[in-house]
């Protein structure tokens, strides 16, 4: 509890952590202030105040601006094991083929080098839609399990793409097959199937 607030958490699946039911994300519109101009230390001034309300999950994507950098400028000083980072992948190159294992690599080690952290806790792949499924499993899987192996990543993520996939059949695919640790589901007004098609299933499968 903080300053009468109660911050609630959950184990998040199989990871076993036990992180804030509120998150701290960096895109969207503002992206942690970007679009307002805001200078670094006002957005550190955020993002401090989020983890003294007891928030512990800190979401970014190399395609947010410098976010990346802002968090790494606001975390300065605080304690690597009280919080969570996670950050992204887009496996579709410009030409909308496959991004190359190679290509991943880099853009985690780039990742950690503007994190100024020696590991990602989620490393997601963002956007997994059902056409590219195998081709990531087959291609860029292995990749991330030795990162994992190596440290760099502690849970590899998934992310779907269901302004495409109505059915949430890649979530529901990505579940059964225990590929991923953990998974990032659209639960919205526009698609709200997930409740009743992805939850009962993550849930069975401690995801």
């Known amino acids: 509890t903080v300053d009468g607030t109660t911050m609630l958490y959950r184990t ?7 992180v ?4 701290l994300g ?14 670094y230390e006002q957005s550190a001034r955020l993002l401090r105040h989020a983890l003294d309300q007891g928030l512990n999950m800190i979401d970014t994507a190399p395609s947010y601006g410098d976010s990346e950098e ?12 009280s919080y969570f980072l996670s950050t992204k992948f887009q496996p579709r190159a410009e030409d909308k083929h496959l991004h190359t294992r190679q290509t991943l690599r880099k853009s985690l080690e780039d990742s950690l080098a503007h994190l100024k952290t020696d590991y990602i806790d989620i490393f997601y792949i963002h956007g997994v839609g059902p056409d590219l499924y195998d081709d990531i499993d087959q291609e860029l899987m292995p990749e991330l399990r030795k990162a994992r192996e ?7 993520g998934g992310s779907e793409l269901y ?9 529901q695919r990505a579940i059964k097959d225990g590929t991923y640790d953990v998974l990032m589901v659209g639960m919205n007004l526009m ?15 401690n995801i």
């Open 191 to 205: 698609s709200p199937d997930a409740f009743t098609s992805v939850l009962p299933l993550a849930l069975e499968h």
């Open 20 to 23: 804030s039911l509120l998150g």
């Open 150 to 156: 190596d440290g760099l990543i502690r849970a590899i």
């Open 70 to 81: 802002r968090i790494a400028f606001a975390l300065q000083g605080v304690p690597r094991e």
């Open 12 to 18: 998040l699946g199989r990871t076993g952590w036990r």
């Open 163 to 171: 302004q495409v996939d109505h059915t949430h059949s890649v979530a």
């Open 26 to 39: 960096t895109g969207g519109v503002s992206q942690l202030g970007q679009r307002y101009e805001l200078p």
